[in-house]
């Protein structure tokens, strides 16, 4: 089953801060959440495995809640260049995995 | 040290015919998967390959099938092509049987399939 990504779009102002969240109605063994611009590949972010870890680099982290099966991506001070489509795919298992994915999060972050 | 690539970027084809794309995996990855985009859409779970077979299958019917070569590259065939065959059509590699981090897909930037 598809996760529900929230919000659906998000407009900023160059500094400010946002989250997106995704969540499963299924038990997930792992999150990864991409990135993708208009007509672009998507860009791997990061990877969350269930246990409950937080990851970051640079202004950007994310938190994978194992009792809610939900995780969060956090922008801080936000940057034009975090513009684009956010996508949380989903995976039930290790080994081959099937992503499955969310319908996305549009951020534009205005000057 | 090469992405992965996708042929052709666009393509543009009638109903009823067939179709196939090209990926070449990123340098090192064993296992493809393809997706498929709709517009405004997240991508969807198409199949995956690792050593030359078919490993899953998400909910695409018979008329989509792939291929996978020797040398990791793969292809996928559309037959008897619909008008809503037409999304951007997207290939990931990865490292099949590595522990959780290291199964990262990381994606091409896909063929653009028009149906008319």
């Known amino acids: 089953q598809q996760p529900v990504q929230s919000p659906q779009a998000v407009i900023l102002r160059e500094g400010e801060d946002a989250v997106i969240n995704c969540s499963s109605s299924k038990a997930l063994y792992s999150v990864h959440w991409y990135r993708q611009k208009h ?17 970051g680099h640079d202004k950007i982290s994310a938190s994978f809640n194992e009792k809610k099966q939900q995780s969060s991506l956090y922008l801080t001070a936000s ?33 | 040290d090469a992405g992965v690539t996708q042929s052709p970027t666009h393509l543009i084809k009638t109903r009823g015919q067939q179709v196939t794309l090209r990926c070449s995996p990123k340098s090192g990855h064993d296992t493809v998967s393809w997706y498929q985009q709709a517009l405004g859409q997240g991508p ?14 998400g909910n695409f019917p018979d008329r989509f099938s792939g291929h996978q070569f020797p040398n990791y590259s793969s292809e996928l065939n559309v037959n ?8 951007l059509y997207l290939c990931a590699s990865s490292l099949g049987l590595g522990e959780g981090r290291e199964n990262i897909q990381y994606f091409g930037a896909g063929t653009r399939l028009s149906v008319l």
């Open chain 2, 80 to 87: 008897a092509l619909l008008l809503g065959d037409s999304a």
């Open chain 2, 44 to 57: 969807q779970f198409i199949f995956q390959y690792y050593e030359e077979e078919e490993r899953q299958r």
């Open chain 1, 79 to 111: 940057q034009l260049s975090y513009s684009g489509t956010y996508f949380c795919g989903t995976a039930m298992n290790t080994g081959f995995q099937k992503l499955v994915f969310g319908t996305g999060t549009r951020l534009l972050v205005s000057p």
């Open chain 1, 39 to 55: 007509g672009e590949a998507p860009v791997f972010l990061m990877i969350l495995l269930k246990g409950g870890e937080q990851k």
